[in-house]
């Protein structure tokens, strides 16, 4: 069973719906690759998954720690290649001022976000650099 209907809107544009929720995501291509960059690109949805995963697995450590990741955030720059035109880079940097000092607990979730999926399923020509600010 399909997980994301995806349809082509014209003018460089397209929708995601994740049909168990019926939410929906609006990709543009971006300005530099003749589209308006008025939504997300296709890329940048890949190099915000990235982050989303990471922190979805942080945030399942955390549960099963007992306690939460409130106030932790992450920047997330994407650098593009050409020849051909690909993502090159992803930068993800996360900054948690409400971290416990816990250098255990700490490890674990910077082990656990490394290996979250989407990171694990990227191609490995494509440099992660991870930055954890906690």
Known sequence: MATINSKYLGQL??????????NKITNDAPTDNNG?????????????????CMMTIMGIIAT???FDLDGMTADVTKVMASDPRRISEIHVNFKWPNAPGDKVTLDKLKRGAKTCPV?????PDIKQVITFNF
């Open 13 to 22: 544009r397209t929708e995601l719906l994740h049909l168990q929720s019926n």
């Open 64 to 66: 099963r720690n007992g």
């Open 119 to 123: 990171a694990l399923s990227l191609h």
């Open 36 to 52: 308006k960059g008025e939504a997300f690109s296709p890329t940048d949805t890949v190099s915000g998954a990235l982050s989303s």
